[in-house]
Nanobody
Framework: QVQLVESGGGLVQAGGSLRLSCAAS????????MGWFRQAPGKEREFVAA????????YYASSMKGRFTISRDNAKNTVYLQMDSLKPEDTAVYYC?????????????????WGQGTQVTVSS
Protein backbone atom coordinates (compact mmCIF):
# COMPACT_ATOMS: atom_id res chain seq x y z
CA GLN A 1 0.00 0.00 0.00
CA VAL A 2 1.03 3.58 -0.68
CA GLN A 3 -0.43 6.45 1.30
CA LEU A 4 -0.44 9.90 -0.30
CA VAL A 5 -1.07 13.20 1.48
CA GLU A 6 -1.31 16.46 -0.46
CA SER A 7 -0.69 19.89 1.00
CA GLY A 8 -0.06 23.44 -0.14
CA GLY A 9 -3.44 24.38 -1.56
CA GLY A 10 -5.16 27.63 -0.77
CA LEU A 11 -6.55 30.88 -2.09
CA VAL A 12 -4.46 32.93 -4.48
CA GLN A 13 -5.08 35.82 -6.83
CA ALA A 14 -4.87 35.39 -10.59
CA GLY A 15 -1.27 35.59 -11.73
CA GLY A 16 0.01 34.23 -8.43
CA SER A 17 1.80 31.00 -7.59
CA LEU A 18 1.33 28.00 -5.36
CA ARG A 19 3.47 24.94 -4.68
CA LEU A 20 1.67 21.72 -3.93
CA SER A 21 3.39 18.84 -2.17
CA CYS A 22 2.46 15.19 -2.01
CA ALA A 23 4.11 13.11 0.68
CA ALA A 24 4.15 9.37 0.12
CA SER A 25 4.60 6.57 2.61
CA UNK A 26 4.51 2.84 2.32
CA UNK A 27 6.25 1.07 -0.52
CA UNK A 28 9.38 2.11 -2.38
CA UNK A 29 8.46 5.56 -3.62
CA UNK A 30 11.13 5.66 -6.29
CA UNK A 31 9.54 2.73 -8.14
CA UNK A 32 6.39 4.72 -8.87
CA UNK A 33 5.32 7.11 -11.57
CA MET A 34 3.61 10.03 -9.87
CA GLY A 35 0.84 12.13 -11.35
CA TRP A 36 -1.12 15.25 -10.51
CA PHE A 37 -4.78 15.57 -11.45
CA ARG A 38 -7.48 18.10 -10.74
CA GLN A 39 -11.25 18.12 -10.57
CA ALA A 40 -13.46 21.17 -10.69
CA PRO A 41 -17.11 21.06 -9.55
CA GLY A 42 -19.29 19.34 -12.11
CA LYS A 43 -16.32 18.27 -14.24
CA GLU A 44 -14.39 15.06 -14.73
CA ARG A 45 -11.02 14.50 -13.16
CA GLU A 46 -8.39 16.01 -15.45
CA PHE A 47 -4.75 15.10 -16.00
CA VAL A 48 -2.28 17.82 -15.04
CA ALA A 49 1.23 16.34 -15.08
CA ALA A 50 3.21 13.17 -14.48
CA UNK A 51 6.80 12.27 -13.69
CA UNK A 52 8.57 8.94 -13.90
CA UNK A 53 10.49 7.35 -11.07
CA UNK A 54 13.85 8.47 -12.46
CA UNK A 55 12.83 12.14 -12.60
CA UNK A 56 14.00 12.21 -16.22
CA UNK A 57 10.67 12.10 -17.99
CA UNK A 58 7.82 14.51 -17.40
CA TYR A 59 4.55 15.06 -19.22
CA TYR A 60 2.09 17.92 -19.00
CA ALA A 61 -1.40 18.65 -20.17
CA SER A 62 -1.19 21.24 -22.91
CA SER A 63 -3.03 23.92 -20.96
CA MET A 64 -0.56 23.66 -18.06
CA LYS A 65 2.69 23.35 -19.99
CA GLY A 66 4.90 26.33 -19.35
CA ARG A 67 2.99 27.36 -16.23
CA PHE A 68 3.21 24.22 -14.08
CA THR A 69 6.30 22.23 -13.16
CA ILE A 70 6.29 18.75 -11.65
CA SER A 71 9.29 17.48 -9.72
CA ARG A 72 10.09 14.85 -7.14
CA ASP A 73 12.55 14.18 -4.35
CA ASN A 74 12.86 10.44 -3.89
CA ALA A 75 14.94 10.91 -0.75
CA LYS A 76 12.02 12.75 0.83
CA ASN A 77 9.30 10.57 -0.76
CA THR A 78 7.68 13.74 -2.04
CA VAL A 79 6.41 14.99 -5.38
CA TYR A 80 5.77 18.67 -6.04
CA LEU A 81 3.68 20.74 -8.39
CA GLN A 82 4.85 24.31 -8.83
CA MET A 83 2.00 26.36 -10.30
CA ASP A 84 2.74 29.81 -11.71
CA SER A 85 0.65 32.36 -13.59
CA LEU A 86 -2.48 30.88 -12.07
CA LYS A 87 -5.83 31.57 -13.67
CA PRO A 88 -9.36 31.39 -12.24
CA GLU A 89 -9.97 28.34 -14.42
CA ASP A 90 -7.24 26.52 -12.49
CA THR A 91 -9.59 26.44 -9.50
CA ALA A 92 -10.13 22.80 -8.54
CA VAL A 93 -9.30 20.10 -6.04
CA TYR A 94 -5.83 18.83 -6.90
CA TYR A 95 -4.95 15.18 -6.35
CA CYS A 96 -1.70 13.29 -6.53
CA UNK A 97 -1.63 9.67 -7.61
CA UNK A 98 0.88 6.84 -7.86
CA UNK A 99 1.36 3.89 -10.16
CA UNK A 100 4.09 1.28 -9.98
CA UNK A 101 5.56 1.66 -13.45
CA UNK A 102 8.52 3.23 -15.21
CA UNK A 103 6.43 4.79 -17.94
CA UNK A 104 4.43 8.02 -18.08
CA UNK A 105 0.73 7.53 -17.44
CA UNK A 106 -1.99 10.14 -17.87
CA UNK A 107 -5.24 8.22 -17.53
CA UNK A 108 -6.79 8.36 -14.03
CA UNK A 109 -8.07 4.75 -14.02
CA UNK A 110 -4.52 3.50 -14.56
CA UNK A 111 -3.31 4.90 -11.24
CA UNK A 112 -3.35 2.63 -8.22
CA UNK A 113 -3.21 5.05 -5.30
CA TRP A 114 -4.71 8.47 -4.67
CA GLY A 115 -4.44 11.19 -2.08
CA GLN A 116 -7.40 12.96 -0.52
CA GLY A 117 -6.90 16.16 -2.52
CA THR A 118 -6.13 19.77 -1.72
CA GLN A 119 -8.28 22.73 -2.74
CA VAL A 120 -6.82 25.43 -4.98
CA THR A 121 -8.90 28.55 -5.51
CA VAL A 122 -7.77 31.31 -7.86
CA SER A 123 -9.63 34.59 -7.58
CA SER A 124 -9.94 37.04 -10.46
Amino acid sequence: QVQLVESGGGLVQAGGSLRLSCAASGRTFSAYTMGWFRQAPGKEREFVAAITWSDINTYYASSMKGRFTISRDNAKNTVYLQMDSLKPEDTAVYYCAAKKTRTLVRSPPEYDYWGQGTQVTVSS
